[in-house]
Structure formats: C-alpha cells, structure tokens
C-alpha cells in the first residue's frame, strides 16, 4: 500500500542516524537505517511482519563509480529501490532482473539452494525513463540502479527481503550487500571507507508530505456527523484498492470517485506489490471470517529446491492499527494459511481473548489478531485489514494488479475477491465445526 510506506521512509529519514542498539539488527555503516518489520523491529507503515527493510542515504563523489555486491538471500523475493525526496521510485531492480555468473534462484526453474549465489549491480547517478510502474514481472535490467541525486546532492535505496526462508536470519543466511566505490584515481574503497567517502550518514532530504495523518486530523475523520459510532466501517465489510490520497481519506469522508485511477507514486511504494484494504470494527461482531480463493505461491519457507510457476511471487493479509501510528499487528503469509481441497481459506480475525477454539491450522482455520487498543488511538474497535499481491504471472487475470478502477474490484477479483462476515465466537465453532482427528 503506497500510503502506508509513507512513514516507513520518514523513520528512515530522520535528520541523523540514531543508535539503535537496542532495537534488533541487523544494520551497518551504509544500510544504516532499519530493520523495519512488524515487532520487535521499528514497526511504523504496516510494514508486512514477515517482510524486512533497510535503506540508504548517501551522496556519490563526482567522478566515482559505486557498485553494490551481495549474495542471493535464501528467502521468498529481495528488491533494490530508489527515490526521490517526494517518496517517488525512480529506479529499480528486482531479484530476477538481477544478472550474474552464479544461478539467479528467482528466476523460475532454477535451483533455489545452491551456495554459489554472488551478483554484482551499478548504482547510477542518472534517470532512468522507463521504469516499471505496472507491479507484473518485465525483465528490462541491465543491471543498473538508476539513483538519481536530488536535494542536496542526496541518493536514497531501500533494499527489501520478503520471507526469509526457515531456520535462516532476517537477510536470508546471507550478509547484507555491501557498497564498492572506486574513485577517479582508480582506488577501491569498501567498508567503512567507502561510507565516510559517500557520506552515508547525512540528513535525510524529504518532504513532510511523506507523514501519516496527524492525530487531530485522523480524530475529525473518525467522528463525521450524522455517522454512526462504527464509522468508517462497514458491514458488509467494503474493500477498497490503492488509490490516490485523496481516495485514501475518502474512506473517512465517504468522498471517493469510483473511478479514480490506480495511484503509481508517491510514499515509498514497492510497485511489485498492489493491495485492497478494509476499516474493520468490532462493534458489528467479535470475529470477522475472511473467506476466499487462494493464489498458488511458490513454497519456499521450508526450502523448496526449484523455483516454481504460479499465479503470485507472494500474498500475505495484515492486521493493522490506525494511520496515524501505522502500526502493524500480524500478517499471515500464503503458506502458513490453511487451503482446502477445492483451494480457498478461511480466516478468524479477533482480539486473543476471542479467537475461536476452532481457529487453528489443524481446523483449517488461519487466525489474524487484533490490537487490545484497537487504532492506537482512539477507537479500541477499530482494526485495518489488507490484502497484499506480489508479481502476478502475466496469465493470472484475477490479481489485484489487474483491477485498475474500484468499481472492477469484484469482476476482475472473481472467486480470489474476499468475503467477509462478522460472527460471534461461539457461532464460528458451530458454522465451522472442526474434523475429528
């Protein structure tokens, strides 16, 4: 959701580097800001809790070359992102683009495990005009990071590592990529010296525009009049794809233009992601089921070995606080939610002391918390829930990526469209009553 990377760029972009030792790593001289993720890391703009960030801010010397050298990191997806002080990509790799001598385990039919797994891209103080705004997988790379400089002289990266496989680290067994400067003069720099010479721990340079909704915005927004005290949920649930910001506090206001366009910049996005979201409220029943089709993905976390074809690289649904704390409760990745024979799911979303008996995996129930304090601020009912697509195959006609208009959202979606239904804890366990083992 491109809203709610917002704040995750502001945290990134404070006006020093703050010493986090406190908060996990891992982090260094040049990824020095993260890892962002859902708790015990810096949890701010609904980062998915199975998804981690770190970005960069520095400036390359006139003249200079800089190259960022790493290894494939044994996980679901990695990307490479650049932006402007506005929060707007402007270039980007992806790990399939990503050519090397070693085999590239993104890319579908190859070997996931092997050790050699070593690439090389170019971080280019340039533009680059056709950047891939479309969130489907078009391999276009010639393996350069176009980084342009904005204000100030500044460059800004953000490198991303979704589900790390099992048993590995949070950069996915791997360390993280490290920069290589090379000066006119021809010396190499690496380390420390190479963040000294791209002054790696400057200001960042950005624009406040980048900030979620301040807390006596978001109270005015909640308390619309003549809105009943549920406001702005809805029941049935109403979901709402990413639009533009204005659409964004036109789920408040009930101000929203069906046919707004699909917005494609602006805060921070990941555009390999596309998402639809909902205003939950625990007035209408305790437990809100989440039924739906379920995108095949591949089946990496427990290390499968060749890199398989489906509809999606990855889909998770989030529980989210308000937008003005941005804080993320839990996620549930595709492969840990329960599928039946015919292929869809069924969720229990519900505060811990409500959750079914039966919300269990042995059930072939997923269960998604939420906050005790509901939006963080205001309103201990409120929850934000959101659905996230990543790289549809560019035959899977049902992803969110291909609903470019809200009044489409039900055609396009078809049976992988969510359902939802507020119950009570008791009539989950008798609607859904679990198989005997």
């Known amino acids: 959701m491109r809203f709610i990377t917002a704040c995750i760029l502001y945290l990134m972009f404070t006006s020093q580097v703050i010493a986090l030792e406190s908060i996990p790593g891992p982090r260094d001289c040049f990824w020095a800001r993260g890892p962002f993720s859902g708790d015990p890391y810096i949890n701010v703009a609904y980062p998915d809790a199975n998804v981690y960030y770190w970005a960069a801010a520095f400036s390359t010397p006139e003249g200079s070359t800089l190259e960022i050298t790493g290894d494939y990191p044994y996980s679901r997806y990695m990307s ?33 495990s092997n050790s050699y797994r070593a690439y090389s891209i170019d971080v280019l103080n340039a533009k680059f005009p056709e950047a891939n705004t479309t969130g489907e997988q078009i391999a276009n790379s010639n393996n350069t990071l176009y980084t342009p400089q904005y204000r100030k002289n500044q460059q800004l990266i953000v490198y991303r590592i979704y589900l790390p496989n ?100 602006g ?44 509809d999606l690289r990855y889909w998770s649904l989030c529980s989210n606080q308000s937008f003005v704390n941005t804080r993320v409760n839990d996620c549930l990745f595709d492969e840990e939610i329960p599928v039946n024979k015919n292929g869809f799911y069924t969720i229990a979303i519900s505060r811990a002391e409500d959750r079914p008996r039966n919300a269990t995996k042995e059930c072939g129930m997923a269960w998604l918390p939420m906050a005790d304090d509901g939006d963080g601020m205001f309103d201990e009912d409120v929850t934000i829930i959101q659905f996230r697509h990543m790289l549809p195959s560019n035959d899977f006609k049902h992803a969110i990526q291909k609903v470019m208009m809200q009044d489409q959202l039900e055609t396009v979606m078809g049976p992988y469209m969510p359902k939802a239904r507020y119950l009570m804890p008791n009539q989950v366990e008798t609607f859904f009553p679990c198989p005997n083992k």
């Open 80 to 112: 490479f992102f650049s932006y402007d002080e506005k929060g707007k990509p402007i270039g980007s790799l992806t790990d399939y683009e990503i050519k090397s001598d070693s085999t590239n385990p993104f890319i579908t039919g190859n070997q996931r």
């Open 166 to 265: 099992k048993n590995t680290d949070l950069t996915g067994g791997v360390k993280l990529p490290q920069p290589v400067l090379t000066l006119t003069d021809g010396t190499v720099l690496t380390g420390n010296d190479t963040c000294n010479a791209l002054n790696a721990s400057q200001p960042l340079q950005v624009s406040l525009d980048a900030l979620g909704i301040p807390p006596d915005e978001y109270i005015k927004l909640i308390k619309q009049p003549e809105k009943p005290d549920t406001w702005p949920s809805h029941n049935p649930t109403k979901w709402f794809i990413q639009l533009d910001r204005k659409s964004l506090i036109g789920m408040y206001t009930g101000d929203i233009d069906p046919n707004a366009p699909r917005s494609e910049g």
């Open 267 to 310: 805060f921070y996005p990941n555009l390999d992601n596309d998402y639809i979201r909902a205003i939950i409220n625990r007035k209408h029943g305790k437990v809100l089921i989440v039924r739906g089709k379920a995108p095949t993905t591949p089946k990496t976390y427990n290390g499968e070995i060749i890199s398989s074809k489906t």
